[in-house]
């Protein structure tokens, strides 16, 4: 998928492949296309949109690829975590910076599943870390933690 030219090639090429690897794989190339690919053994859908926003969590959009999800929701409060994070992009489309994102991804609203979570019993789920990625300059930001802990390192690669 990497040495693609455009997103919708890499989504062709993996349509190709015998037994792609299982996953979700948001592509994103230089003119913006946005390509979210769903992948389970039993079916694989491509999620597209040429403009604007789009968040990507841990689920199935695809109603095709989401009939076959093993735990119908694998991380709890997924949807609504998706929800809040899209409506967040959205209401900065077109002007959205690293920092943006950042405040973005330490969002504690939407309780008791937000954004950013804090486990308080080991049964609970907490975020331990987050990425953004900007590849036309080769740049990566972790945070090792929770992202409202700002403890974002950055990473250029070569």
């Known amino acids: 998928m990497l ?5 919708d090639e890499a989504a062709e090429h993996v349509k ?7 996953g979700s794989f948001l592509l994103i190339d230089a ?3 946005i390509r979210n ?4 053994p039993q079916a694989l859908a ?3 949109r040429d403009r604007g926003v789009f968040a990507h969590a841990n689920h199935c959009l695809d109603p095709g690829v989401k009939a076959h999800e093993v735990e119908q929701l694998p991380s709890p409060g997924s949807p609504g975590r998706c929800a809040r994070m899209q409506a967040l992009l959205e209401s900065a489309a077109g002007r959205v910076t690293v920092e943006d994102i950042k405040r973005m991804l330490a969002d504690h609203a939407g309780r008791p599943k937000p954004l950013c979570r804090h486990a308080t019993s080991a049964a609970e789920w907490e975020t331990t870390s987050a990425l953004i990625a900007e590849p036309a300059s080769r740049t990566l930001h972790l945070s090792y933690g929770p992202p409202c802990e700002g403890r974002f ?3 250029r690669l070569t």
Do not use: N
Request: glycine share 8%; aromatic share 4%; hydrophobic share 50%.
């Open 153 to 155: 390192s950055t990473y």
């Open 3 to 7: 040495e693609c030219a455009s997103a």
């Open 37 to 40: 690919l769903e992948i389970l």
């Open 31 to 33: 003119a913006g296309r």
């Open 16 to 22: 190709t492949m015998d037994g792609p690897a299982v």
């Open 46 to 48: 491509v999620v597209a």
